[in-house]
């Protein structure tokens, strides 16, 4: 990975912080997205003491406002000419229906329209890239999700598992557009499940809420070391330079339900958030 650039989205902690450590120990240019400057602060540098590397870089971005990501996406651009991987790795779990700054459902908004956003901004670089590659993070929750194209924000009958299994099934189903409209380019996408992975996604910074339970089930997770290795496998490895449009769990390819393979599902999805994002 010498010499190769990675942007890290949610880098300040769990699967992001363990995945931006060990690329940096690998030689890459990591550049970790944050959307508080003072947790990213203290995130660079611990991934840096822990890497031994300095080549590392904080960039402040909220995934939930689309005005901060275009101005991250203009930031990096003004600042590299070419982007090798990028890791859409933050998200969120919500107990309740709250919005997101432009009023979308926070799950859908963050884990998948934030994503596609910045990964339509950055697609220039990613193309000069000598093989570039776009990894989202999903999660094994997608198979009980659905895209619910008449209520995609959920306003009726509103539930924590709903939004993020649809938030979820959202990130495989554009990774699938996504490669289609990739072919005959440098560029691929992929998604994964890290597995069960204990990170305090779930907990309330204000409330606390769920830190008891964080507490109670994480000797039975992986650790977020544990949980980044089919990112890391994704952004890394040579024999899947080729590769394209797959779900991968423990670095090997997954047959996906048959929603997740529902390319109307995926068209839809895709003209709808290119309208939500104004592309």
Not at 79 to 95: F, M, P
Request: with cysteine; proline share 2%.
């Amino acid at each position: 990975m010498r010499d190769k650039i990675v942007m890290v989205t949610g880098a300040n902690s769990g699967m992001g912080l363990a995945t931006s450590t060990e690329l940096a120990r690998r030689g890459a240019r990591v550049i970790m997205v944050c959307r508080s400057e003072e947790r990213g602060k203290i995130a660079i540098e611990e991934a840096m003491r822990q890497s031994g590397s300095q080549n590392m870089e904080l960039l402040i971005g909220d995934l939930g406002d689309l005005d901060s990501i275009r101005r991250l996406a203009a930031e990096y651009k003004s600042r590299y000419q070419v982007l090798d991987v990028l890791i859409n790795n933050a998200g969120v779990v919500s107990l309740k229906r709250k919005l997101t700054k432009h009023g979308f459902e926070m799950q859908l908004g963050i884990n998948h329209l934030g994503h596609f956003l910045l990964t339509k901004l950055l697609l220039d670089r990613l193309m000069l890239a000598d093989q570039g590659r776009i990894v989202n993070v999903s999660s094994g929750a997608y198979k009980v999700g659905k895209i619910h194209v008449n209520d995609p924000t959920l306003k009726k009958r509103y539930n924590i598992a709903k939004g993020y299994a649809q938030s979820k099934l959202a990130n495989i189903l554009f990774t699938k557009q996504m490669a289609v409209k990739l072919i005959g380019t440098r560029v691929t996408a992929n998604c994964l499940h890290p597995g069960a992975v204990v990170t305090n996604l779930g907990v309330d910074r204000n409330t606390g809420f769920g830190k008891r339970v964080y507490t109670l089930l994480r000797p039975f997770f992986l650790s977020p070391e544990q949980g980044s290795q089919s990112a890391l496998y994704l952004a890394t490895a040579p024999e899947i330079s080729e590769v394209s449009g797959e779900y991968f769990y423990r670095q090997k390819i997954q047959t996906l339900t048959p929603r997740a393979n529902n390319m109307e599902d995926a068209q839809w999805l895709w003209d709808w958030s290119e309208k939500q994002v104004g592309l």
